[in-house]
C-alpha cells in the first residue's frame, strides 16, 4: 500500500499527518508495518517481514494486515488519497 | 536464529485531542489473569468457555462487612438471603452459613429454600403471586408471609380461619423517599393511607399476627438517604401500632436495592467510584431507627434482604473472543462467545470487561458483540480494549447478580459455574447444560414421531 510522503512517525509510535494537522498513535507492529509501507514495501512482503520477525502465522498477518490497511485508507493515510 | 518476537494485531487510533473518552482517563484494559489463584486460562480449558465464576472469598467478605456495618450501629439486625439474585444452591449455602436466613418471592424458590435446609419460619415470603396453595403452605409452616396487596390480605384472612392458624404477617409498604420513579406498584402506599388500613384490617380481623413491616424502595439506589426516609416511615407506623393497639412489632424490613459496584447504562461515571459503601446505607438506616421514638428495649429487629451488593462483585464471566469485524461507519467489532441471553445485566450495565493475557499499552475502542444470530446481542456499545485477537479471553466483572437466574437458553446450552473456595481450588457447582437437561421436559406426540425427506 502507498503511503503518503509527508507523515511522520516517530519511534513512540506517535504519527503525524502534516496536511491535515491529524495525530494518531499506532502500537509497535502497526509502526513497523506503516514503516514498511513507507519504505515502498508490498503486502507480501510486509506479509513475509512480519511472519519472519514475529510468532504469528501467516493467515493471521493477512487478515490484521487487511483491516489495518483500511483503517489507513479510513483515516485518509493513503497516497491515492487527499 | 534470534527469538521471533511477541506478536499484536496493529493498530492505529486517532488521538483526537480535546475529546475525553467517556470514561476519561480510567483504564480497564488492565490484565485480569487469576481469580482467587485460580488462572483463567486453566478455568477455560478445565471448564470451557464461557464460564461463570464465583468467588467464595468475596461472597463471604461482602456479607461480613454488611453485617459488621450494620451491627456496629445498630443493636439486633438480621440479614435473608435474596433468592432471586443467585439461587445456586451452593450460593445460598455460604450466605446460610453466615447466618443469613431466606427471602423468597415465589413457591419456587420458597421450596428451594427450605430444600436447602432453612427453617421455614425464617423464609420471609414476598411477592405478588402466591396462591392458595402456597399460602396454605406457608402458613402452615408458620413462616413470615409479607402482604402485598388487599387480594392477598382478604385470601389470608379466609384461610387461617380455615386451617385455625394465625399466621404471622408483615406489609408490604410503598412511599415517597424522594426518589424517582416511585415503586408504587407492590404493597401499600404510606402517604396516602392505604398502608394504614392494611394494618387496621389485619388488627381488626383478628385472625393475623401481625409482626412486621416491609419495604423494598427500589434497586440500585444511588441514595443512601432514601433508606434513611424508608426506614422513618415504617417507623411511625411500628409506633402508631403500638400507641393505637398497643402492639409491638418485631421487625422492620428493609428489603434490596444497595447499588453494587456496576456502572449504569448511560452514566458517566464509573459504578464503583460513585456507589455508597455499605456503610453509607447502614448510617442512614440506623439513625432514623434509634431517632424515631422507641424505647430502646423495645427497638424492633432490622431485616435485611440485600441481593447484588453482596454478589456482583464476587461473580466473574470468562469469555473467548471468536473473530474481529470492521464495521461499515469504520467502527471495531468483537464478538465474544457470550451474549447477552447468559448475560442478561448487560442490558443495564456498561460490565467492565478485562482483557486476561497482557498486551502494550495500546487500545482500540470496539462494539462488543455476542454470538447470536439478533441484533440486541450487544454487550458493550463502546468499550476500550487492547488488541484482542480469535482466541484471546476476557474476563467480564460484576456479573454475580441476576445474570444466573435470569439466563435465558438461547440456540446453545449454558455454561457452567464453578466456585472458587477459600482456599483457590474450583468446584463445579453447576454443571454445562446438556442438550437432554433442555428437552427433559418435551413430549411428541404419537404422530409426530417420523417423518421422511
Ligand atoms: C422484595 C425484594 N427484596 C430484595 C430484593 C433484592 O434487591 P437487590 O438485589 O437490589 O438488593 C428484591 C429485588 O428486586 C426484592 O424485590
Known amino acids: 500500500m502507498k503511503i503518503k510522503p509527508n507523515l511522520a512517525v516517530n519511534e513512540t509510535g506517535f504519527l503525524f499527518n502534516p496536511s491535515t494537522g491529524d495525530s494518531f498513535s499506532l502500537n509497535p507492529t502497526g509502526q513497523e508495518i506503516l514503516t514498511l509501507f513507507k519504505q515502498g514495501k508490498s503486502d507480501e512482503e510486509v506479509i513475509e517481514h512480519m511472519t519472519q520477525e514475529y510468532m504469528i502465522d501467516k493467515n493471521t498477518v493477512e487478515k490484521d494486515l487487511y483491516d489495518f490497511k483500511i483503517m489507513l485508507s479510513n483515516y485518509k493515510l493513503g497516497e491515492e488519497q487527499n | 536464529m534470534a527469538q521471533k518476537k511477541q506478536y499484536e494485531r496493529p493498530i492505529?487510533?486517532?488521538?483526537?485531542?480535546?475529546?475525553?473518552?467517556?470514561?476519561?482517563?480510567?483504564t480497564e484494559y488492565a490484565p485480569v489473569k487469576m481469580i482467587d489463584g485460580a488462572y483463567v486460562k486453566d478455568l477455560i480449558k478445565e471448564y470451557g468457555s464461557p464460564l461463570f465464576v464465583l468467588s467464595e472469598r468475596k461472597i463471604r467478605e461482602n456479607i461480613r462487612n454488611a453485617k459488621r456495618?450494620?451491627?456496629?450501629?445498630?443493636?439486633?439486625?438480621q440479614f435473608a438471603w435474596s433468592y432471586k439474585t443467585n439461587y445456586l444452591n451452593a450460593v445460598c449455602n455460604i450466605f446460610h452459613q453466615e447466618g443469613s436466613w431466606g427471602e423468597v418471592v415465589s413457591i419456587f424458590e420458597y421450596k428451594k429454600a427450605i430444600k436447602n435446609g432453612v427453617p421455614p419460619e425464617k423464609i420471609l415470603f414476598n411477592g405478588p403471586d402466591k396462591t392458595d396453595d402456597d399460602l396454605t403452605i406457608a402458613i402452615n409452616n408458620n413462616s413470615c408471609i409479607h402482604i402485598d396487596h388487599l387480594d392477598e390480605l382478604y385470601r389470608v384472612i379466609e384461610l387461617a380461619g380455615e386451617l385455625h392458624k394465625k399466621p404471622?404477617?408483615?406489609?408490604?409498604?410503598?412511599?415517597?423517599?424522594?426518589?424517582?420513579?416511585?415503586?408504587?406498584?407492590?404493597?401499600?402506599?404510606?402517604?396516602?393511607?392505604?398502608?394504614?388500613?392494611?394494618?387496621?384490617?389485619?388488627?381488626?380481623?383478628?385472625?393475623?399476627?401481625?409482626?412486621?413491616?416491609?419495604?423494598?424502595?427500589?434497586?440500585?439506589?444511588?441514595?443512601?438517604?432514601a433508606y434513611g426516609v424508608a426506614a422513618s416511615k415504617l417507623a411511625d407506623l411500628a409506633l402508631s401500632v403500638k400507641r393505637m393497639f398497643g402492639i409491638k412489632l418485631t421487625y422492620i424490613d428493609l428489603g434490596g436495592g444497595f447499588a453494587s459496584k456496576n456502572t449504569l447504562k448511560g452514566s458517566f461515571q464509573i459504578?464503583?467510584?460513585?456507589?455508597?459503601?455499605?456503610?453509607?446505607?447502614?448510617?442512614?438506616?440506623?439513625?432514623?431507627?434509634?431517632?424515631?421514638?422507641?424505647?430502646?428495649?423495645?427497638?424492633?429487629?432490622?431485616y435485611l434482604e440485600t441481593g447484588r451488593a453482596l454478589v456482583d462483585d464476587a461473580g466473574f464471566l470468562l469469555?473467548?473472543?471468536?473473530?474481529?469485524?470492521?464495521?461499515?461507519?469504520?467502527?471495531?467489532?468483537?464478538?465474544?462467545?457470550?451474549?447477552v441471553n447468559?448475560?442478561?445485566?448487560?442490558?443495564?450495565?456498561?460490565?467492565?470487561?478485562?482483557?486476561?493475557?497482557?498486551f502494550s499499552h495500546h487500545t482500540e475502542e470496539s462494539v462488543l458483540y455476542g454470538p447470536l444470530c439478533m441484533n440486541i446481542d450487544v454487550v458493550r456499545e463502546n468499550v476500550t480494549l487492547p488488541p484482542l485477537m480469535a482466541g484471546d479471553q476476557?474476563?467480564?466483572?460484576?456479573?454475580?447478580?441476576?445474570?444466573i437466574t435470569q439466563s435465558m437458553q438461547f440456540i446453545s446450552t449454558r455454561p457452567a459455574v464453578v466456585l472458587v473456595d477459600m482456599k483457590g481450588t474450583p468446584h463445579v457447582i453447576k454443571?454445562?447444560?446438556?442438550?437432554?437437561?433442555?428437552?427433559?421436559?418435551?413430549?411428541?406426540?404419537?404422530?409426530?414421531?417420523?417423518?421422511?425427506?
Open chain 2, 168 to 225: 404471622r404477617v408483615a406489609i408490604r409498604v410503598n412511599m415517597d423517599t424522594g426518589i424517582y420513579p416511585m415503586w408504587d406498584r407492590f404493597g401499600f402506599n404510606y402517604e396516602n393511607g392505604q398502608a394504614w388500613d392494611a394494618i387496621n384490617k389485619i388488627i381488626a380481623s383478628g385472625k393475623l399476627d401481625l409482626v412486621g413491616l416491609h419495604a423494598h424502595i427500589g434497586t440500585f439506589m444511588l441514595s443512601a438517604k
Open chain 2, 319 to 339: 469469555g473467548t473472543v471468536i473473530s474481529n469485524k470492521r464495521l461499515s461507519d469504520g467502527r471495531r467489532a468483537t464478538i465474544m462467545d457470550f451474549g
Open chain 2, 431 to 453: 454443571r454445562k447444560e446438556t442438550i437432554e437437561d433442555v428437552e427433559l421436559g418435551e413430549k411428541i406426540p404419537d404422530y409426530l414421531e417420523k417423518f421422511e425427506l
Open chain 2, 69 to 77: 456495618a450494620f451491627e456496629t450501629r445498630y443493636p439486633k439486625v
Open chain 2, 271 to 302: 459504578g464503583a467510584d460513585v456507589t455508597p459503601e455499605i456503610s453509607d446505607y447502614a448510617e442512614e438506616i440506623s439513625t432514623a431507627l434509634l431517632n424515631a421514638g422507641f424505647p430502646t428495649e423495645d427497638l424492633p429487629y432490622l
Open chain 2, 394 to 403: 476476557v474476563v467480564v466483572h460484576y456479573v454475580g447478580a441476576y445474570n
Open chain 2, 342 to 358: 447468559i448475560l442478561f445485566t448487560s442490558f443495564w450495565y456498561d460490565h467492565k470487561i478485562s482483557p486476561a493475557q497482557d
Open chain 2, 12 to 26: 492505529i487510533k486517532p488521538l483526537n485531542t480535546g475529546l475525553m473518552n467517556k470514561f476519561g482517563t480510567k
